[in-house]
């Protein structure tokens, strides 16, 4: 094992996320470079509107946003509206530019628990200015595992043999799984860069313990054993890299140029606002020097 990321709390309001991807000594996991944690909260009826996250930009990444609990509700530049529930995966690429917002509107209505993953995917340098998109899988879209005290499932990419229907741009594996006590997933070593977030529980790898919160990053070319110290819920990913990344507020690009273009495009309004949610965005906020870590929840 070659590190272990302890997650650092911010406190949105309404509840808490913590920031795992980046960190001062790995920006990345294979392309993956940012990973945050949702909660856990339960929320009660009323939430306010301050707590949404209202329209915003991106630039050569995709989102992924994957819930254990409650609900988002997704609207975008394309058009797209679409609500993610446990299991699910909306998947929303970038590209050249895009816009959304996501709010809790169900939540905002009944209340209920939230917790969830928000990881981004940097594009490779062909592909940071392709197209926008954005794309909904359903939970029994996606391969399953389960046998031997662990049930799981594909995320995205591809993982011993196992392909997800997740589009993705270059190599990588996103899976959730469940680990009885006493459990053991094998990870093998086909990826360069491999990490382990533990959601809740505690782990062994590698013979070091991993408590809840934390991310584990493998050491390659070894293939490794999550050992379940009790019932768990580990995230692993990981990928080829695709080379080092600036990031700026909700920017990411291979080139400083190209973020400060899309900063002026955004504090200009040359970029298009959804459709279905158009009638407030977040400002541009100030500038305090390249790189620097995004907003939680972006």
């Not at 050569?60 to 609990?69: A, E, H, K, R, V």
């Not at 993982?159 to 469940?178: K, N, R």
Request: cysteine-free; overall charge negative; charged content about 25%.
């Amino acid at each position: 094992m070659e590190l272990v990321i302890q997650q650092r709390r911010r406190d949105l309001g309404a509840f808490e996320v913590g920031r795992v991807l980046p960190y001062a000594k790995r920006r990345m996991v294979g392309p993956y470079v940012f990973f945050d944690r949702m909660g856990p909260k339960d929320l009660a009826p009323g939430l306010p509107r301050e707590a949404d996250v209202r329209p915003h930009p991106h630039i050569g990444l995709s989102t992924i946003t994957y819930l254990f609990d409650g609900e988002i509700m997704h609207r975008d530049s394309l058009g797209s509206e679409q609500a993610i529930r446990p299991g699910e995966v909306n998947w929303m690429t970038a590209g050249r530019g895009i816009t959304h917002s996501e709010r809790f509107e169900e939540l905002r209505a009944h209340g209920g628990p939230m917790d969830g993953i928000q990881a981004w995917v940097a594009l490779p340098d062909e592909r940071e200015e392709m197209d926008p998109g954005f794309w909904h899988y359903a939970s029994d879209s996606l391969p399953l595992f389960d046998g031997d005290g662990i049930v799981g499932r594909l995320i995205a990419g591809r993982l011993a043999g196992v392909e997800s229907p997740v589009a993705v741009d270059s190599p990588q594996f996103y899976v959730h799984w469940q680990l009885r006590a006493g459990a053991r997933a094998p990870l093998p070593p086909e990826y360069s860069e491999r990490a382990v977030y533990v959601a809740s529980g505690e782990v062994e790898i590698d013979g070091q313990r991993v408590d809840a919160g934390s991310m584990a990053v493998l050491s390659p070319g070894k293939a490794a054993t999550i050992a379940a110290l009790g019932d768990a819920v580990v995230m692993a990913l990981g990928g080829e890299p695709v080379g080092p990344r600036w990031i700026d507020w909700n920017f990411v690009s291979s080139s400083k140029e190209r973020i400060e273009q899309a900063r002026a495009d955004w504090a200009a309004g040359r970029m298009k606002l959804p459709d279905l949610d158009n009638d407030e965005f977040i400002p541009l906020p100030p500038k305090i020097g390249t790189p620097r870590e995004p907003e939680p929840m972006s």
